[in-house]
C-alpha cells in the first residue's frame, strides 16, 4: 500500500491546515493508521492516531488543537490542524500498520509568526 501525503504548506501562527493522506488500496484492515512529524535533527514524534478498534491518541502537545479522522471508503486519512504555533513546523507523514512500518513521503508545515 502506498500512502500519498497533501496539504502542507505555509501558515501563520493561530491558522489551520488540513493534511490529507491517500493511500493506494483499502486500509480499512490495517491495524493503525497515524500522523507523525520530524524537524530536522530531531527523533521522530507521533501526533495522532487511529487504532483498530477506531480508538484515538494525541499528542499532549496537540491536543486540543489537532484531530485526526479517517473515510475508509475512500482510504484517505485526515489530520486537521486548528490554532498552529511556529513548534508545530516539520515534515508530516503519515503511516500504516501494525508497526506503522508503512510511510508516506511526506509533506511539509510551515508555520511563521
Known amino acids: 500500500v502506498q500512502l500519498v501525503e497533501s496539504g502542507g504548506g505555509s501558515v501563520e501562527a493561530g491558522g489551520s491546515l488540513k493534511l490529507t493522506c491517500m493511500a493506494s488500496a483499502r486500509i480499512y484492515t490495517r491495524c493503525r493508521l497515524g500522523w507523525f512529524r520530524q524537524v530536522p535533527g530531531k527523533e521522530r514524534e507521533m501526533v495522532s492516531y487511529?487504532?483498530?478498534?477506531?480508538?484515538?491518541t494525541t499528542a499532549d502537545a496537540v491536543k486540543g488543537r489537532f484531530a485526526i479522522s479517517q473515510d475508509l471508503p475512500k482510504n484517505t486519512l485526515y489530520l486537521q490542524m486548528n490554532n498552529v504555533q511556529i513548534g508545530d513546523t516539520a515534515v508530516y507523514y503519515c503511516?500504516?500498520?501494525?508497526?506503522?512500518?508503512?510511510w508516506g513521503q511526506g509533506t511539509q508545515v510551515t508555520v511563521s509568526s
Open positions: 487511529i487504532a483498530r478498534d477506531d480508538s484515538i
Open positions: 503511516a500504516e500498520g501494525a508497526d506503522f512500518g508503512n
